[in-house]
């Protein structure tokens, strides 16, 4: 706990002293089910060659592949 100021000076600077101001807690924020995410992925180059070969929408392609592999481990 901090001691009063016992001089006037030191009380009055007291007073005008900055307070910090309290931080508001992070919020968390859900993402919809559907929301798609960016993020960074490390893939073998041919992995990467393969899904681009077939040109744009590649990055699509893998994450229907990926769906695929998620929807085969629920059932």
Known sequence: ???R???PKDAAEALFRPTPKPVAPA???RAAPEAKQLVSLRIDS???EHFQAEGPGWQDRINDALRAVVEADRG
Do not use: D, F, K, Q
């Open 5 to 7: 100021p016992i001089n």
């Open 27 to 29: 919020v968390e924020r």
């Open 46 to 48: 041919a992995v990467l």
């Open 1 to 3: 706990m901090a001691r």
